[in-house]
């Protein structure tokens, strides 16, 4: 059975400063998805990992994969307040369309 | 394009009621998903569908029924709702072909089971 876990849970943090959200996943797996959501809206993807070693930056943040610790890396470089948001990470089992989304993490920038 | 589209926004329900929420997307995706967002669970997957005629169960698809008659539409039935099944309910879509399958996901339906 697949299961995705992020961690932190909730992450309070100064602007300015940097910080790393973690996704560990089960099972083999060849893509990673990064998605966000602001309170009471939908899900928007942020970054789709393909590849052990696959990194994508966009603005302030940074997703990194690999396969092979089945882990996944979010780093915020000098969050903003605009990247308070939920962060969730998600794994589509090798072979199937079953997507398994990890518990979000809630972050929250602090001017 | 409209993307992926939900209706109802918000609904209340009392235990027993039955009700549909409608799910439609205007990108020619082949594969449809429906999850529920329950606060500290993140999203779970309910159902998801590959294509018209295709469906399958995802993590918890216990009380909720889907069919896909149309590539456009993929409905999910609640047969007799149950103060459990309070959530948001998201309905999502990506195409099947390549290696990249973003879902696009649809603004939520907010069900509230009395």
């Known amino acids: 059975e697949l299961k995705v876990e992020q961690n932190p849970l909730f992450l309070s943090m100064q602007e300015g400063k940097n910080y790393t959200i973690y996704c560990n996943y089960s099972?083999?797996?060849?893509?990673l998805y990064w998605y966000r959501q602001d309170p009471g809206k939908s899900l928007e993807s942020l970054f789709v990992?393909?590849?052990?070693?696959a990194v994508k930056q966009e603005g302030r943040l940074m997703a990194s994969l690999d396969t092979k610790a089945r882990l996944s890396t979010l780093h915020i470089t000098a969050a903003v307040h605009d990247l308070s948001a939920t962060y969730f990470c998600?794994?589509?089992?090798?072979?199937?369309?079953?997507?398994?989304f990890g518990t979000g993490t809630r972050l929250k920038v602090l001017a | 394009n409209a993307g992926v589209t939900q209706t109802p926004k918000f609904q209340v329900l009392k235990t027993g009621q039955s009700m549909t929420l409608q799910c439609a997307q205007d990108?020619?995706?082949?594969?449809m998903s429906w999850y529920r967002q329950d606060p500290g669970m993140g999203l779970r997957l309910i159902h998801y569908?590959?294509?018209?005629?295709?469906?399958d169960q995802g993590e918890v698809p216990n009380g909720y029924n889907v069919s896909r008659s149309t590539t456009e539409d993929f409905p999910l039935r609640l047969l007799s709702a149950a103060p459990s099944q309070t959530s948001v309910y998201f309905c999502?879509?990506?195409?099947?072909?390549?290696?990249?399958?973003?879902?696009?996901f649809g603004p939520g339906t907010r069900l509230l089971v009395l």
């Open positions: 999502a879509s990506s195409s099947g072909a390549g290696s990249v399958k973003t879902q696009y």
């Open positions: 099972t083999t797996s060849d893509r």
């Open positions: 990108m020619n995706h082949e594969y």
């Open positions: 990992l393909l590849s052990n070693g």
């Open positions: 998600a794994v589509d089992s090798r072979g199937t369309y079953k997507y398994i």
């Open positions: 569908s590959v294509g018209a005629g295709i469906t």
